[in-house]
């Protein structure tokens, strides 16, 4: 595994990604459209997941204009989804590529900024299920598909928040910290049994609109870009991190 200077200062080969197949969660906008420009551009076809379809059709746009390969459009909501949804996500995979190669879980919801106290229970409920529990029931659907691929990528978002507790960060932090740990739990439970590994990565400080929304004050001029960050992301999609597994990357240094 490479360290963390080596991750943030990754440069991928051309074609890193060439015939992989890649589903990107919430890949509408912020960090899940940059990583989707990113994989297509190394070459992967692309599944755009997301609940707005016109979202998702932007990012299409982009990445056809670009001349990167076609990819498929599965607008999925995780807050309503069913295990029955996640089953016939998994079913479209199998008979339309054969096998999956990679899993970017990046959709998520922020809920309230606010002591937990005062937290609305139907906020956290709508929290918990969009940043955990549906992307573990996609993950556990999934799991045969990924079991297809010679070299299967898993990648959870974390945040700094779901390492150290912090004040106000409610639901959300507390989601961060369950997805931290059931990335540790999977790997752990996958280690040396098949081609599928699974990490997750912390982001940082970045210019979208989730993060706007947890922070109004702040100057999004003095924060990276998205596509900044893109090196951390590649790395762990890719050949390059076969047999990295269990691990919690950041995208940034600080």
Not at 127 to 149: I, R, W, Y
Not at 155 to 162: A, D, E, H
Request: charged share 15%; glycine share 10%.
């Amino acid at each position: 595994m490479l360290n963390a200077q080596q991750i943030i200062n990754y440069q991928p080969d051309n074609n890193l990604l060439c015939d992989r197949v890649i589903l990107v969660t919430g890949a509408g906008s912020g960090i899940g459209r940059a990583a989707a420009l990113a994989f297509a551009e190394a070459g992967a076809e692309l599944i755009l997941a997301g609940r707005t379809p016109a979202k998702l059709e932007q990012t299409y746009d982009r990445i056809v204009n670009a001349g990167y390969r076609q990819p498929t459009l599965y607008p999925i909501d995780l807050l309503g989804a069913t295990d029955e949804d996640y089953d016939q996500l998994a079913v479209a995979l199998e008979q339309q590529f054969g096998r999956l190669d990679g899993l970017l879980h990046n959709a998520g919801i922020l809920g309230q900024r606010t002591p937990l106290s005062n937290y609305r229970q139907d906020v956290w409920d709508k929290v918990l299920k969009v940043n955990v529990t549906g992307q573990f029931q996609m993950t556990q659907a999934l799991m045969p598909v990924l079991e297809q691929s010679d070299d299967a990528s898993v990648v959870f978002t974390s945040s700094g928040v779901g390492r150290v507790g912090r004040a106000f960060w409610g639901a959300y932090g507390v989601s961060k910290f369950a997805v931290e740990g059931l990335m540790q739990t999977w790997a752990a439970e996958l280690e040396g049994l098949n081609s599928v590994r699974i990490n997750c990565i912390n982001p940082g400080a970045t210019a979208t609109s989730m993060r706007a929304q947890a922070y109004p004050a702040e100057n999004p001029e003095t924060l990276k870009a998205a596509a900044d960050i893109m090196p951390a992301y590649l790395y762990l999609m890719g050949p390059d991190s076969r047999g990295v597994n269990g691990q919690s990357v950041n995208a940034q240094l600080h």
